[in-house]
């Protein structure tokens, strides 16, 4: 099951300056050793601009509150830039910034921090940041290739036919069969089928299969 990546904890701290309009983890479908990355869209409230960091740098990172998600130092760019922010505008963000992956390494419930920072132009000694909570899930790969039953080819829908679901990691007493169709399993190697109710009795009575 999949949390949705926007239910947000209460502020860690805020700010009346700059707030947070949008956060996403990608990806949406977290898979163990997949890498994740977080976007966030920010407001300048305040009557002044403010500045951020920018080019291979980030103002923004993730601060996990559990230890399904490492982090992970790799070779990165050199070059830092700041940006800034005028009064009343919104700016897009991502991070972590370059030389950082952020790895998913055990399947379960995540918890992390999201803060970004930023400075006042007026001010060039202060510094400040707003921080929130977000709760997602990361899937096992064997989870997450279970596929949905139904999928839209061409505006209709069609059956995942229960090999290709056993194929991706279902059990096949698992297997998911579409509405009016029963699951069974042939007797000889109990690969499992969805078939309607009427031959689902005769395939039994015949010795072909089992349900």
Not at 175 to 188: E, H, Q
Request: proline residues 6%; contains cysteine.
């Amino acid at each position: 099951m999949i949390l949705n990546i926007e239910i947000y904890a209460q502020e860690e701290n805020s700010s009346p300056d700059v707030e947070f309009l949008k956060i996403t983890i990608e990806p949406a479908n977290i898979l163990v050793g997949d890498s994740i990355e977080v976007f966030a869209t920010v407001i300048n409230n305040s009557d002044t601009p403010i500045t951020f960091q920018g080019g291979c740098d980030s103002p923004i990172w993730l601060e996990f509150l559990s230890d399904n998600v490492e982090q992970v130092f790799i070779p990165g760019c050199q070059a830092p830039g700041t940006f800034q922010l005028e009064s009343g505008q919104q700016q897009k963000v991502m991070g972590p910034g370059s030389g950082i992956l952020y790895k998913a390494v055990s399947a379960g419930t995540l918890e992390a921090k999201v803060t970004f920072a930023y400075g006042k132009v007026e001010e060039t000694a202060s510094s400040a940041t707003i921080s929130k909570t977000v709760v997602l899930q990361i899937n096992s790969e064997k989870e997450s290739l279970i596929p949905e039953i139904l999928l839209k080819t061409n505006g209709e829908k069609r059956e995942i036919p229960p090999h290709k679901q056993v194929s991706s990691g279902t059990n096949p007493q698992d297997v998911i069969c579409s509405a009016g169709l029963k699951l069974i399993f042939k007797l000889s190697n109990n690969s499992p089928a969805c078939v309607n109710p009427d031959t689902k009795l005769k395939l039994i009575q015949r010795g072909w299969a089992i349900s």
